[in-house]
């Protein structure tokens, strides 16, 4: 009964290669969210999605493409991974602008 | 801009003294607060939500306060375990739908 799920826990790729991390959520939120935590543990939003409809678009590169089939579920596929792409990536969601709840993250390794 | 800073990046605290973590925000014009806690390795654990209109929140041994013309947030941890050593993270929602976080501190609570 994991409120929020994230599939793969890691994921270790070649430079250049196109990965999708997914992310689930039981809860009836109606918002979902993707955060970068990086090697210093900074913790930044890259999208959210409300209903299913893009609210927020951080200054992410467009090789990063978010894709929500339903409201409880926001994927996140990155194309071309490069070196700097190596991070934490953390799926979270929310009724609103109430409690956000988080997954267990995705660490990716680009070599 | 809005940013929260967390100071120190660092504290460590005998087991079972009372403790004080500080968040500071930039805007004052701040929708609610919230508290998280980050285990090694592990996703983000929600502690406590403060609303703008609130002041304070408590959960069990913890207790957080919002002084928004300050611009200052604390938590404060009674009679601390060993288990409450994590990364604390605040986190602020200036009401453009999406959370800023701290940089985090990380406690460490000493047998």
């Known amino acids: 009964d994991t409120a929020v799920s994230q599939t793969p826990k890691y994921l270790v790729t070649q430079m250049g290669n196109d990965k999708s991390i997914k992310c689930e959520q039981n809860l009836g939120h109606d918002t979902m969210y993707w955060y970068k935590q990086d090697s210093k543990k900074f913790l930044k939003i890259m999208f959210s999605?409300?209903?299913?409809?893009?609210?927020i678009n951080e200054t992410v590169p467009n090789r990063f493409s978010p894709k929500s089939p339903d409201k409880a579920h926001l994927n996140l596929h990155i194309n071309s991974l490069e070196l700097g792409d190596s991070a934490v990536y953390f799926c979270a969601s929310s009724l609103a602008t109430d409690t956000q709840y988080f997954g267990p993250g995705t660490r990716l390794t680009v070599l | 801009k809005q940013e929260v800073t967390q100071i120190p990046a660092a504290l460590s605290v005998p087991e079972g003294e009372n403790l004080v973590l500080n968040c500071s925000f930039t805007?004052?014009?701040?929708?609610?607060l919230q508290w998280f806690r980050q285990d090694p390795g592990k996703g983000l654990t929600s502690l406590l939500l403060?609303?703008?209109?609130?002041r304070e929140q408590t959960s069990g041994r913890l207790n957080a306060s919002l002084d928004k013309s300050s611009g200052r947030s604390t938590l404060y941890i009674a009679a601390s375990q060993p288990g409450d050593s994590a990364t604390y993270l605040c986190a602020a929602h200036f009401g453009n739908e999406k959370l800023t976080f701290g940089t985090g501190t990380r406690l460490t609570i000493i047998p």
């Open positions: 805007d004052s014009a701040i929708y609610n």
């Open positions: 999605y409300n209903n299913k409809e893009l609210i």
């Open positions: 403060i609303q703008s209109s609130q």
